[in-house]
Every structure is written in C-alpha cells, then in structure tokens.
C-alpha cells in the first residue's frame, strides 16, 4: 500500500513562466514534455517522445527525463544517458534523439514542463511526489503507472492518487490525468514492433494531445474517454494472468486458456463498474483491455509463476509465491498475487462472491489450498 501520508504538500507557487504559457495555451505556445521515470518503459517512452517533439511544431524540442541516479560502471547513468543517449542500464542497444536530456534533480527536469509522463515503478511514488510541490501549476499529465492501490476494500487509481496529491498545497490547480496503458512490452515496443496503445482521458482534446506525444506508425495509440476502465485494465489482468499460468502448468490447452481470458475480462469490466462510474464497455476491446490481457496470459512474469505454482502442487511438493518469486523473476516482483487479495478483499467487503467467480477462485488457489484443477470449476 503506498503510503499516502508520505505525500507532502504539493503544488504551491508555480513560477511566472508557467502561468504565462498557460495563459497562451491554445495560441501558439509550445508544450514542454518531462518525463519522471526512466526505466525499461519510461526508456522507450523516451525514444518515441524524442522523436516526435522534434517532427511536430507544437512541441519544444527538448524532452527532459528524471532519472533516478545510479552509478553505472564508475558512471553517473545521467551522464551516460547525456553522452551516450542510450539509457545502458534499463534498455541497452536503444538509442534516443539527442533532445533527451536527463537530470538527476527532480525540480530541474520539471521545471518549464507543461505535460509530465509519469513512468516508473508505483513503490517509488511515495518518494517522488513530496517533491514536486509546487512544480505542476499549469500541468496536464499522464501515467504510465499499470497498478493499483487499495485502501478501506476500495480500489484507488494511481492516477486519482497523483492528482490528489499534486493537488495539496497552497493555491494548488486541478491537474488532469489521462492514462496510457495497453499491450506494451517495453523492448518490443523500443525495437519498432508494430502495437497499439490507449490513451484514458477526461477530454478528447485533451487526448488528442497526448496521442500527439506518443503515436508514432509503429505505436498506434488511441483515445477512450475512460480513463478508470483503462487503467483497471492495466491492474487486474496480472490477476487473470495467474489463471492463465494454473491452466498452463496443468497442461490444458488453448481452449481452456481462451475461456479464462474471456472470463477474466468480463470480471474485469465489472468490477471496473462496481467501483467508478463512467467506465465503458468499448474501453475493453481497445488495447489496453483485451489486447493487453492476452499478451499477460500468454507471456509475462505472473503467468510464469503461476505456471510454476501448479506445476509444483500437482508434483505433490508445493512452493510458496515468494520462493517462486525469489528463485525465478530476479529481483522482480510479482504484481498478480498482492492484487488478487486486494481485489478478494473489496469483492467480499461487497458481498458480491457470486458475481465475480473467476477472481474468488484464483484466490481460493493461491492463498487456500484449492487444487489448481478447481480453476475450470467456475460457475460463470
Ligand atoms: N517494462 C514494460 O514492459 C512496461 C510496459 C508497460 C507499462 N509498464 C509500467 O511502467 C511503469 C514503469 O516500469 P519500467 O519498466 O519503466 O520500470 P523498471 O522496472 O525498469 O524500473 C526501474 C526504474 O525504477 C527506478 N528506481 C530504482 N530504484 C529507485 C528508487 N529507490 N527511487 C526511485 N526510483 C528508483 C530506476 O531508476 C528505473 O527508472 C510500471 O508501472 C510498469 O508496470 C512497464
């Protein structure tokens, strides 16, 4: 759970230049893009950002990134990225556009911005965000965050987060959010492997701006007005992701695979819609929906897990997620396990068991010794 006490004040005074480009918004001033993150995603992000501000006029040519500061090598990896315009550690053999600068100092890559991408892990927002007041007057802004928090059996979107937060603080705006989710493996998408993506916003003209930042020939992004129903997606597909792995360890076969994905995408939406409103069934065929939840059922680190976990069950010698965790994702976390309580939590806190079958079951799986086989008992 993040902690949202560590959230300080945000957004006090924004400077003089700020106000004044957002007083011109709509006429011809230029937009600034800053990047927070710069990870193996906010890297290609970086790549495609870079390129496009410098090919489209309402953009200032220069893409700032924060960069978490690490020492590369004997380098500073800010460095590097300014020297090399390749970030080694998160995507080696990627190039960027030499506009991408990277700064070590949050308050210096923000500054001038008039759109943030936020992109980096959600347990470092806790220690980004108190940072930043009084840096986003006169900000749009978009994350890139696929997760979700919890609290009091409620779901809470990252994005609502971010806006609350960066809302604190004396005389402090509204900042919009939009989202950007889809079936987006961070190198494949950074090689030029052609994929789509949705921009969740508020507002279409608010969307089309940020389909201005990312679309690209390679990367098709487009916009829903829903900005919940998109980012749910994002989270809870790491949950239908571990049903994936039960059928794969087991055995079963492609037909199988194809009834929990379609299971786990009707829960999704309708958990989606027990919780937000205005969230839209068309949002679930878009990328971030469907397209996203096959790629996590097919590939990824929950489903490799899970796959594992039956695999281990059915041998008669069980091992714990975090062992699996420990001895398979190399530092990574696995997101699918965390979610699926949280999700079980807010289900029962709502008495509504019987409406989302798929989701109790995976739970009863990976935390009440139900054998894997019981995946295929669902009701539905
Ligand atoms: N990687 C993908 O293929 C992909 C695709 C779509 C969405 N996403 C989402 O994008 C978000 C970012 O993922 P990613 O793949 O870019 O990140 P990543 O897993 O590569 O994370 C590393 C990032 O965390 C930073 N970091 C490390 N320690 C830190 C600290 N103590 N404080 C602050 N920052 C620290 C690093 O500098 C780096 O930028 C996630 O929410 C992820 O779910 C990832």
Redesign the pocket.
């Known amino acids: 759970m993040l902690r949202v006490t560590l959230f300080s004040a945000v957004l006090a005074a924004a400077s003089a230049t700020r106000l004044e480009s957002l007083r011109l918004r709509g006429g011809q001033q230029k937009e600034k893009v800053c990047i927070i993150?710069?990870?193996?995603?906010?890297?290609?992000?970086a790549k495609i950002v870079g390129r496009n501000v410098l090919d489209r006029d309402q953009f200032e040519d220069e893409v700032t990134m924060w960069?978490?500061?690490?020492n590369v090598d004997g380098k500073n990896?800010t460095d590097i990225i300014n020297n090399e315009h390749e970030?080694v550690?998160?995507?080696p053999g990627v190039k960027f556009t030499d506009n991408v600068v990277a700064d070590p100092d949050l308050t210096n890559a923000v500054q001038g911005a008039t759109l943030l991408i936020f992109?980096?892990?959600?347990q470092?927002l806790g220690?980004?965000c108190p940072q930043m007041t009084g840096m986003a007057k006169g900000c749009r802004a978009v994350s890139?965050?696929?997760?979700i928090e919890f609290k009091d059996s409620k779901p809470i979107l990252?994005s609502d987060l971010l806006a609350a937060e960066m809302k604190k603080g004396p005389n402090a705006p509204d900042v919009d959010m939009s989202v950007l989710?889809?079936a987006?493996?961070?190198?494949?998408?950074a090689k030029g492997d052609f994929a789509e993506a949705t921009v969740g916003c508020t507002d279409l003209a608010i969307g089309a701006k940020w389909v201005s930042v990312f679309n690209t020939p390679d990367f098709k992004v487009d916009p829903v007005m829903d900005v919940a129903g998109a980012e749910l997606c994002?989270a809870l597909k790491n949950v239908v992701a571990l049903g994936a792995g039960f059928c794969d360890g087991l055995g079963f076969g492609g037909n199988t695979k194809a009834a929990i994905i379609r299971i786990g995408l009707k829960e999704t939406a309708k958990f989606a819609k027990m919780f937000f409103s205005g969230v839209q069934d068309d949002t679930f065929m878009e990328s971030c929906g469907l397209a996203d939840l096959v790629t996590t059922c097919f590939g990824g680190r929950n489903r490799k897990c899970a796959d594992i976990y039956a695999k281990m069950q059915k041998a008669g010698t069980p091992k714990a997620w975090d062992v699996i965790e420990t001895e398979e994702l190399n530092g990574?976390k696995l997101?699918g396990t965390g979610t699926a309580k949280d999700v079980m939590t807010c289900i029962k806190a709502a008495g509504k068991e019987k409406d989302f079958p798929l989701m109790c079951q995976i739970y009863r799986i990976a935390f009440e010794d139900a054998k894997c086989e019981t995946i295929i008992q669902i009701n539905n």
Do not use: C, D, T
């Open positions: 993150g710069s990870g193996n995603w906010g890297s290609a992000i960069v978490f500061q690490e990896l970030n550690k998160y995507l992109v980096l892990p959600h470092f220690r980004i890139l965050i696929k997760g990252i989710m889809g987006n493996v961070a190198n494949e998408v994002g990574q997101q």
